[in-house]
């Protein structure tokens, strides 16, 4: 007989793919970053794994926002105060569960311009919180500004990402709904062949 899975045994099991999904591909692109210094803009998925671990788990997504700053610092070679900034910063983004909470997580994922408002506030929450975090520590306020511009293209790539993933099954919803939804749908399959079985 197959064993099922506990409702939290499935939340751990899937923070934990998107964990490792963020920790690849951001790494992957601070890395390419370095070799692109020139350039004024910087591309990051910290933002859109985020805002989709909110619509799927809610505060939990804190715990990738935070894991995305510490992998950004350690793949370019960040100091303490890096580490901190992007870190704390990142948690900024916990602001955005007020209009998640507000609005309601169905109303979000069937209206495209309520997902990409989501998308956009979590990325700028973030980029906030890292100059705000950055003027704490010292830094001149102008960096807040400086956060905001550099990472303006990660902004545009987490409603990139938002658009497609609101329109795949499952992916870009509260998983709590998500899996009632399954269950009612598969129990429905269940009595419809069984009454079809009468009919035979």
């Known amino acids: 007989m197959e ?10 099991i899937d923070l934990g793919i998107f964990a490792v999904i963020l920790i690849l591909f951001e790494s992957i692109a601070s890395r390419a970053a370095l070799s692109f210094t020139s350039q004024p803009y910087s591309i990051s998925i910290v933002s859109a794994i985020t805002c989709i671990i909110f619509m799927r788990w809610g505060v939990y997504g804190c715990f990738h926002a935070a894991l ?16 901190i900034i992007y870190m704390v910063g990142n948690l900024f983004s916990a602001a955005a569960l007020l209009l998640l909470k507000r609005i309601g997580p169905d109303r979000i994922r069937e209206k495209v311009s309520l997902s990409l408002l989501l ?3 979590v990325s700028l929450l973030m980029q906030l919180g890292r100059g705000i975090v ?4 010292g830094a001149s306020p102008d960096m807040i500004a400086g956060f905001v511009l ?15 993933t609101r329109k795949l099954d499952g992916v870009f919803e509260d998983q709590k709904s998500y899996l009632i939804r399954i269950n009612r749908e598969e129990n429905k399959d269940i009595e419809e062949g069984v009454d079809e079985g009468k009919r035979i």
């Not at 064993?3 to 751990?12: A, D, E, I, T, W």
């Open 3 to 12: 064993k099922r899975r506990s409702f939290n045994q499935y939340r751990l």
């Open 68 to 83: 995305g700053g510490f992998v950004f610092c350690r793949a370019t070679g960040g100091n303490t105060d890096q580490f």
């Open 119 to 121: 998308s956009v506030l």
């Open 134 to 137: 950055a003027v704490i520590l």
């Open 150 to 164: 550099t990472d303006s293209i990660s902004t545009v790539f987490a409603m990139v990402i938002i658009g497609i």
